[in-house]
C-alpha cells in the first residue's frame, strides 16, 4: 500500500548515552524466544520540574530488557533534555514546537540506535500516565491487536483528577472518532501503544493538536485491531498545563482545532484506502484476463 511521504524534520542534538542495562537482553538463537523491544516515546516540552520523576517511577517497573525509553524534547527552553540524560535513556532534541514533533524525534533517535523495534507506547511527559499501564498495553499488544488505547474516561475515578472541560472534551473527542470511523470509541487516549508497521504505514501528517486523533482515526479507517483498556490519569506533577485543565475557552479552541484535524485524517486515509483498493482489483481483474 502506498503511503504519503513524511515531512521533514529539524533535529538540534541526539544523544545516544545509553546504559548497558537499558539494552535489551541479546536474544538467543530462536528469535521467538526473544522479542523485538518497544519503544516507549516520551516528548516534553519545558518538563524540567517533573521530567525527572517521571522517568524514575517508569525505570522502576518497566523490564529493561524489553522496553527502550527515548525522551523527544521539542523546543524547550529549560533543562528538560539536561535532566533527562541523566538517567539511562535515549533523549533528542528538536527546535520544532508541538507534541507530533517531540513523538518523531524520539521515533527517530529509537530508529537509530536499535536495529528493530515491534512497537511504540506513548507516555506522557508530565506525569499523567501511569507506569503501571504499560505492562497490560503490551499484554494487549501480545493478543493480536495493532493498537491499543489506555481510554482515561471509562473510570469514575479518572473524574476527579480530570477537569469537567477535560471529561466532557474527551467524550466528545472519542464520539467524534466514532462518527468518522464508525468504531466505537471512549476516549482521545494519548496514552497508546502502535505497531511499528502499522505506524509506518499511517505516515502521520498532524504535528500539533492533531497526531493522536490522526492515527486513531487512520488506524480504524485501516480496519486495524484496536483494543481499549482502562487507564489512569495523574495530576500533572509540576509545570504549566498545555492542553488538559486550561480554561473552557482554551478547552474549546483546542478541541475545534483537534475535531478539524480528525476531518483531515478521514478524508486523507479514506482517500488512500480505497484507490488501495481499486487497485488491487485491477491487478485481480488483470491477472484474471491473463
Known amino acids: 500500500m502506498k503511503t504519503d511521504s513524511i515531512p521533514s524534520y529539524s533535529r538540534v542534538n541526539d544523544s545516544f548515552s545509553i546504559s548497558s542495562g537499558s539494552r535489551p537482553a541479546t536474544c538467543p538463537a530462536d528469535e ?3 522479542p523485538l523491544p518497544i519503544g516507549i516515546v516520551i516528548p ?4 524540567e520540574a517533573c521530567i525527572g520523576q517521571v522517568l524514575e517511577g517508569l525505570l522502576k517497573v518497566i523490564d529493561p530488557a524489553r522496553y527502550v525509553v527515548a525522551v523527544g524534547v521539542n523546543d524547550s527552553s529549560d533543562r528538560t533534555a539536561e535532566i533527562a540524560r541523566q538517567y539511562p535513556v535515549l533523549v533528542t532534541e528538536t527546535h520544532l514546537r508541538g507534541y507530533g514533533h517531540g513523538c518523531r524525534e524520539a521515533i527517530d533517535v529509537l530508529t537509530k540506535s536499535l536495529s528493530a523495534v515491534s512497537a511504540y507506547i506513548f507516555f506522557a511527559g508530565d506525569g499523567a500516565s ?6 497490560p498495553l503490551t499484554r494487549a499488544y501480545e493478543q493480536g491487536y495493532t493498537m ?20 466532557l472534551a474527551n467524550l466528545t473527542l472519542g464520539l467524534w472518532c466514532t462518527l468518522l470511523t464508525k468504531r466505537w470509541f471512549t476516549d482521545l487516549a494519548p496514552l497508546r ?9 499511517l505516515a502521520l501528517q498532524e504535528m500539533t493538536f492533531g497526531w493522536t486523533i490522526e492515527a486513531q482515526v487512520g488506524a480504524a479507517i485501516f480496519g486495524e485491531n ?3 483498556i482502562s487507564a489512569a490519569e495523574h495530576p500533572r506533577l509540576a509545570g504549566e498545563q498545555k492542553v488538559s485543565g486550561v480554561t473552557w475557552c482554551r478547552t ?10 480528525g476531518w483531515r ?3 486523507r486515509y479514506c482517500h488512500r484506502f480505497y484507490s488501495a483498493a481499486s487497485a488491487d482489483e485491477l491487478t485481480a481483474g488483470a491477472q484474471t484476463s491473463a
Not at 44 to 47: H, K, L, T
Not at 130 to 135: I, L, Q, S
Not at 252 to 261: N, Q
Open 226 to 228: 484496536i483494543c481499549q
Open 44 to 47: 516534553a516540552c519545558n518538563e
Open 130 to 135: 501511569d507506569p503501571r499501564d504499560v505492562p
Open 193 to 201: 501503544l502502535i505497531d511499528r508497521q502499522l505506524f509506518e504505514a
Open 265 to 267: 485524517a478521514r478524508r
Open 252 to 261: 474549546f479552541s483546542i478541541g475545534c482545532r483537534i475535531m478539524a484535524a
Open 32 to 34: 521467538t524466544a526473544c
Open 148 to 167: 491499543v488505547l489506555g481510554a482515561r474516561t471509562a473510570r469514575r475515578s479518572n473524574w476527579r483528577v480530570m477537569t469537567l472541560s477535560h471529561v
